[in-house]
């Protein structure tokens, strides 16, 4: 993985220093709290319901051991115990200290980490496919473009005062989309043209929030070398565009979709043809020093065994199940990509603690070359493990209660924060969560249902990503009282699509039976066990799972309430 | 009043003003952009230099004759409004203008090193804001990752 010279170094440990002197000058009085506001949300620190959240770049989900067992000390000295793994690929401490900030800083600059541009109207961090590297359907590792555009976005002193957050997710794997790179506001696809020549697809203007909106290409082709001056370009007219009178509005989305995607290119290619220097042209060099940070790690040679296969049909009925779920396949023959899933009976979904940290790592320097990356189902991925130690890795993960073989299914929950933790809340999600996983905890029902995402939001902000579940559960306030809307037909893949309301919204004690009414409407209609649910619901349409949930498909009965 | 200009603190030489007479008057005047637009022939000829104060709404291309002014300030309205950044980068790379380039309005020192990145090299602090403190602003950085208007060269065409 990437290692600072001293350039890096430098940027960071400057950029602390700087943070005291403005936190000094905030307790002086020299800054205001609304100007310290955008200062404070920059550096990672954000205002919750109860406490400061303190949010923790991770660079395209990539971590060492080294990092993950600095993450679960300043779990263990600075907040409760354990920390909370984003959407993002990022993670959360939700109860530091404001004088301990400081310090979390330094700790986390001694392993080369930050929190600088996690939060605030600025370039967020970037995030990529979590099998980055290792996924057999690659056409080549975007890790070294998300840190080449880590660097240039770190500190851009043109683009730290946008109108609103600005996120970009890059994939190299054309066949399947793991980074949700249509719901970011520059999404990047690495491609190949006519010519045998790579370079990116470039997708503009996708989100989530409250205005759900599918990114739309805005540059089918570009080369390489131009990729930094081209991003410049794209914010530079949301920049200077974007709306600022109203931070609902404020997204890139709002600004594609008002001047239509045709006149939103023409006038980043006329801003390219302008602006674009020879310096900005990125070199061979560069590439190279990056790429050769993310070479293979010392792969041995072994032999593609099918044992995966074995390991299914084995008489471990647990560890064939995990192997099932929770294995992926690697381009390198005899070596997997192991899921672990933190998503565990009574445990709010992403939540970890020191202890497991401290695990992981261990598990990492042994299993997998010392490398851990973070997905954003806010799950752990080990990517380099010898296909032959699966079942002995899975016997020390089941002991350390990381052993669940839920990935990608029905237990394989997102939820935000919810009531518990945020003011803008409606509904609670995290209780509803354990509630569901609860509900479905039966390996065989979780196998028969196969692969499906529940995703739920406490409000329209849509930080649980409801719009891209499969099935969707938003929380809203109906005369005072907690309801649920249920979704269904939401994807963040390839096959991207925003869900939409079933009916009329469900009280708290409703809910849950209409998600198993939803399921058990699935499994009877479904052509075969390979049709996923998704694909049912394309295939029937909404009628079938109204009549399940509501007793009728009467539009009148069913019909979704404004919420 | 004091501002700071090329990172030292001065006496400003030049006046905001507004109506007609105070503009007559003034050696330097900065005038609004509409008031320029409207009677550039004549402000050019009277005054030894002129300046022009430009709204954050406004792109270089509103600006009529921009190589005659001595002086542009860009309006902050916010210290949040980051239009003004992407302003002065333009006026500076693409339109080559090299006369004082000037933020003014709600400008706080912890913008001042990314303003003067963008190619502003004169500031007019918040009112009540201390200037000296502004000064330190600009050296908390010894090394930048990206191209900007003092080096085109980003760190990786550097390293
Ligand atoms: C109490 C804490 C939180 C508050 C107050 C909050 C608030 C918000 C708001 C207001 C938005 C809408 C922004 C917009 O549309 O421009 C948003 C979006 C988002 N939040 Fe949160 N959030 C919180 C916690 C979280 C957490 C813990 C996560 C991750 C697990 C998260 C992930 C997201 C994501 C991914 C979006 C972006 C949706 C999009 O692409 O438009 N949020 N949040
Ligand atoms: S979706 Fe709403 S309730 Fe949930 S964390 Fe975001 S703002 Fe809070």
């Known amino acids: 993985m990437y290692q600072y010279d001293d350039y890096d170094r430098r940027i960071i440990t400057e950029r602390a220093q700087q943070f005291r002197g403005q936190v000094s000058r905030r307790l002086s009085g020299e800054i205001t709290e609304e100007e310290f506001k955008p200062i404070r949300l920059q550096n990672g620190l954000y205002m919750q319901l109860h406490a400061y959240m303190l949010r923790v770049a991770i660079p395209y989900g990539l971590l060492s051991s080294t990092q993950v067992r600095k993450l679960a000390h300043i779990a263990r000295t600075y907040d409760r115990g354990y920390a909370h793994l984003t959407t ?26 930050h929190a600088v541009q996690t939060s605030g109207n600025c370039v967020r961090n970037i995030t990529a496919d979590h099998f980055a590297g290792i996924a057999r359907d690659e056409l080549e590792d975007p890790r070294p473009y998300c840190e080449i555009l880590r660097q240039w976005s770190t500190f851009h002193p043109e683009f730290a005062n946008l109108p609103r957050k600005f996120k970009i997710a890059i994939t190299g794997a054309p066949g399947e989309d793991r980074a949700a790179v249509r719901f970011h506001d ?16 470039v997708l503009v203007g996708g989100g989530l929030g409250r205005t759900p909106v599918i990114a739309e290409v805005v540059r089918e082709f570009l080369p390489k070398r131009h990729f930094l001056s081209f991003i410049e370009s794209i914010l530079r007219v949301y920049n200077l565009h974007g709306r600022r009178d109203n931070k609902f509005k404020a997204r890139i989305k709002i600004l594609v979709t008002a001047l239509g995607i045709a006149e939103f290119r023409r006038r980043v290619e006329e801003d390219w043809e302008a602006s674009r220097t020879p310096e900005l042209e990125l070199t061979d060099a560069e590439v190279a020093r990056v790429s050769a940070f993310f070479a293979p790690p010392p792969y041995e040679s072994l032999p593609a065994t099918d044992r995966v296969e074995g390991i299914v049909l084995g008489r471990d009925r647990e560890l064939g199940n995990w192997v099932r779920n929770n294995v992926f396949s690697h381009k390198v023959p ?26 992981i790592a261990s598990l990492a320097d042994r299993y997998s070359f010392g490398h851990v990356v973070v997905t954003h189902t806010q799950n752990l991925v080990l990517p380099d493990v010898k296909t032959a130690e699966l079942s002995k890795l899975h016997a020390e993960l089941r002991a350390l209660d990381l052993g669940e073989a839920n990935a990608n299914k029905l237990t394989d929950l997102i939820t935000c924060p919810g009531l518990d933790y945020c003011d803008l809340a409606n509904a609670r999600s995290i209780p509803l969560s354990l509630e569901i996983a609860e509900r479905f905890d039966r390996i065989d029902y979780l196998n028969d249902v196969g692969d499906v995402s529940i995703k739920i939001s406490g409000c329209i902000n849509a930080c649980g990503h409801h719009h891209v579940g499969n099935i969707g559960i938003l929380g809203i306030d109906k005369r005072g009282e907690e309801f649920y809307q249920l979704m269904l037909g939401g994807s963040p893949g390839n096959d991207a699509s925003i869900g939409k309301i079933l009916g ?34 394309r295939r029937v349409g909404f009628d079938p799972f109204k009549v399940a949930v509501y007793g009728t498909a009467d539009p009148l009965e069913a019909a979704g309430d404004a919420a | 009043m004091k501002i700071i200009r090329d990172r030292t603190i001065v006496d400003d030489d030049f006046v905001h003003v507004t109506d007609g007479s105070e503009q007559a008057a003034a050696t330097k005047p900065i005038v609004p952009l509409a008031e320029y637009v409207k009677s550039r022939e004549t402000l050019l000829a009277r005054h030894a230099a002129v300046g022009v104060r430009v709204p954050s709404d406004k792109l270089p291309s509103d600006i009529p004759d921009l190589q005659r002014l001595a002086l542009i300030a860009i309006e902050f309205p916010k210290f949040t409004d980051g239009r003004g950044y992407s302003v002065a980068r333009m006026l500076r790379q693409r339109h080559a203008y090299r006369g004082e380039l000037r933020a003014v309005g709600w400008v706080l020192r912890d913008q001042l090193l990314y303003l003067e990145r963008c190619g502003f090299n004169a500031f007019e602090m918040k009112p009540g804001k201390p200037l000296d403190s502004g000064l330190e602003a600009f050296s908390e950085f010894s090394v930048r990752y990206q191209a900007d208007v003092d080096d085109p060269r980003p760190l990786y065409r550097r390293r």
């Open chain 1, 88 to 113: 993002r690929q990022n993670i959360q401490y939700n109860w530091p200290k404001l004088t301990d900030v400081p310090s979390i800083l330094d700790e986390l600059a001694s392993v080369e980490m």
């Open chain 1, 186 to 201: 520059i999404g990047l696809r690495i491609v190949e043209n006519a010519a045998g020549e790579r370079g990116f697809e």
């Open chain 1, 334 to 359: 005899g070596y997997s990509a192991v899921v672990v899933s933190v998503k565990k009976q009574g445990i709010p979904p992403g939540d970890v603690s020191d202890t497991q940290m401290d695990a």
């Open chain 1, 504 to 537: 009329r919204a469900l009280a708290q004690d409703e809910i849950v039976d209409a998600v198993e009414k939803v399921l058990g409407r699935y499994l009877e209609i479904r052509e075969s066990t390979d049709e996923r649910f998704l694909d049912t619901v």
